[in-house]
Every structure is written in C-alpha cells, then in structure tokens.
C-alpha cells in the first residue's frame, strides 16, 4: 500500500476494506460490514492479526479480550484487531517513529 502513511486512519481503513459500512435506509438500521478494498491487503491484515491479537501485541490482545468479553464473536473482534494493526502502521509511516509496545492499561 503505498497510500501508507499519507491518509487519515478512516481512509487507509477504507481502502484496505476494514472499515465498517452501515446499511440503513430512513428508519431501517442494518449492520455494519466490512467490504471493498483491497482484498490481498485486508486477507494479510487478518492473518497477522491472529497471533497479535493471541501472544504478540499486548494492546491487541486487551483489545480482543475487551470485544469478546463484550459479546463480540471471534471473527468480529479479530476483523477490529485487523483494522487496529493496520492503523498502528499507518501511524509508524507517518511519523516516522519505531513502534514503541506499552503494556495495556486495564
């Protein structure tokens, strides 16, 4: 992606297909579901946040355990953990800096 680092962190979203659409229409209120973009992107982002979100990045693994235990399914959060590492590199790109881990507040 070589948009990396030069959109805001709702547009990078968006064009890797993480973001969440709604599907509402006057007093009808659907879900909200991912879709577009780029699908190579968005199935990579995916699977590396699988073991993020498992064993490797402590904010993504409170950020799971947060969903689920909010009632969240597997995939939903895993998909929020997606979109979240993704704004993560986002944000590395622009600024420059190295990725700093700090433990999760709980």
Known sequence: MPELGH???????????????DDDSGRHKGKRRI???RG???RSLFAAAL???FRWNTALIALYRRLVGN???HKVALVACARKLLIYANTVV?????WIDKPAQT
Do not use: W
């Open 40 to 42: 190579r992107v968005r």
């Open 35 to 37: 879709a577009g973009g």
């Open 7 to 21: 959109l805001s962190r709702e547009q990078i979203a968006a064009l890797a297909g993480l973001a969440p659409f």
């Open 51 to 53: 073991p993020a979100a």
């Open 94 to 98: 622009a600024r420059g800096t190295p």
């Open 71 to 73: 009632g969240k399914t």
